[in-house]
DNA sequence: GGAAAACTCACACAATTGTGTGAGGTGAAA
DNA sequence: TTTCACCTCACACAATTGTGTGAGTTTTCC
């Protein structure tokens, strides 16, 4: 089996000494170069192919995020991980928007590091355990906006919502529905009060929010 | 070390089977036990303590997550993954609702399914990879509405939006914003067209899609 | 330094929304 | 059988929103 070239790109010398030895163990993962910053590490990419770029997101002359936009566009095989200190949820979203593989925690252990290099090399997303908790919890902390306080809104007064949140107005309600405008006009009253809202903006807002629509 | 006490819960056979092999294997695994569905689960656990639950979703008498909000109500300290074949994005929001721990798909490698076990012992969470995946492409794939078809929003227009967003009347974003309510009303006029909606109401709704909020 | 974009405002009018109050009918639950 | 939640409707009026048209400033950018 061919090695899998690794580039490494950190601004500390002893954290590309420590990733080199953890390297150096695994048969299959050849680090074939190391770059101080971004700018080096494109230098580096002109001069030789690479498999898995290791990137460190805080560095000077050019950090993690925006060496990886360069990378991707000059050379988009290469499979950028990103290596980091903090755990910063907002930085992630547009890591991977940039075309970033992974993102890790640098307290990750060797073996999550090479595996994750393996992975990345095999076309997976790589993603710290750590992170991937966090978005467990992300996922079971939205649709919860307090089970209790959302109030009981009946079938007639969702139809309602729904069509209000399509734009429709009051008579095309009415239409859609078979009742008279004041009829909807009364649903969109109960409706504001229930949901504590002043006018059908906040109402949709929240519908989106409760899930309603 | 002590063994991790792991019962199994699935209605086939060969699937238990197969599951205790890849355990047996394992020496830090003890597979304590085995259920054909989730009440012969709970049966189990009245008489002995486990720490990982290994559970089928699809089950005949008791379901997985029905099987899940049982034992986590009589037995929380017990690790609770769901073990499925289809990967419905639907259901696992529920799922760790009720308390999983873990969610994995049938056709994950013996090792990531060890893993996955001892992952939990510890008390982390586990997804399957595929799973992580398809979050990270959520992630990336919603602020993304189709770059190019996002007209130009000025400054300006975005306050006004955000304030709309908040109930405010012409009125109030008038005096919010130090301008005659005539301006207010152009930046909206503006923003329907821009924006293609109807009403405040989808000028909201596109700027929550859009991110603009 | 000139064009283009952004921001500002006026005035008038139509359309829609939101509010207040009162009330009749129906089905389900107690 | 009576209560209660839900759905229905009326009428009137205030408040707000949305539209059409035109135009004067300021920023921004080439």
Known sequence: M???KVLLADDH???LDGLKAIFAKDKSIDVVGTAGNGLEALEFLKNQSIDVLLLDLQMPVMDGLETTMHVKKSHPE????MLTTNDEGSIITSLFKVGATGYLLKNASKESLIQGIKDAFEGKKV???HLTEKMIESLHENPKPREGEIPKITKREIEVVKLIAQEYTTQEIADALFVS???VATHKRNLFVKMDVKNSVGMIKKAVDWGLI
Request: glycine share 0%; no cysteine; aromatic share 0%.
């Open 2 to 4: 061919e090695k899998i």
């Open 181 to 183: 405008t004041n009829t």
């Open 127 to 129: 993603l710290s355990s």
């Open 78 to 81: 290469v499979k950028v991980i």
């Open 13 to 15: 010398q002893i954290m």
